[in-house]
């Protein structure tokens, strides 16, 4: 099923601040056709102004994980450019904040990696969570409202990370 582009861009149009989780950016970097339009609106609505995107260092960790393990070197180059070189585009450090909000967000069921986004989400004052996750629905107190790619797409869910 084609993604409903319509509803995303009108769902993107109202973003100011967004973090991107790690899926995102990977669904992106390996050209997956079922979540291409999407990524690319994401990246292209950073381009022209419109939204500030924010990743967790641990994001890029996520993301640059995968090409290491392959050990392939162009794209590890590749991912390292792409995610430094995103128009308004943000690696948010692991500061003490944000580790002590995902120390508290881990009350709630995420395991440390998503309590980490989601604390970047909560002390970035972001608007949303782009991701492919379901994990981030979750009723936390002060999170964001949760772009989840496959509302867009009909898919279902996702293995995680991928």
């Known amino acids: 099923m084609p993604a409903d582009l319509r509803r995303f861009a009108r769902d993107l149009a109202s973003l100011r601040v967004g973090v991107v989780d790690a899926n995102v950016l990977i669904y992106h970097l390996e050209e997956l056709a079922e979540y291409s339009d999407l990524t690319a609106a ?13 990743m ?14 392959e050990t392939d ?3 590890v ?13 943000e690696i948010a ?4 904040a944000v580790a002590d ?8 069921g995420l395991r440390m990696p998503d309590a980490v986004v989601m604390a970047t ?9 782009l991701t492919n996750d379901p994990v981030f629905r979750k009723q936390i107190p002060g999170a964001p409202r949760v772009m989840l790619l496959d509302d ?3 898919g279902g869910p996702r293995p995680r990370g991928r």
């Open 42 to 54: 994401i990246v292209d609505r950073a381009a022209r102004g419109g939204c500030r995107i924010v």
């Open 152 to 154: 867009y797409t009909g």
């Open 93 to 96: 450090d692991l500061t003490l």
């Open 77 to 89: 180059e590749r991912a390292a450019n792409f995610l430094t070189g995103i128009p308004n585009g």
């Open 101 to 108: 909000r995902a120390a508290w967000l881990r009350r709630f």
């Open 121 to 129: 989400a909560i002390t970035s004052r972001a608007d949303a969570i």
């Open 73 to 75: 070197t162009r794209k």
């Open 56 to 69: 967790s260092a641990l994001t890029v960790a996520e993301v640059l994980a995968g090409p290491y393990r």
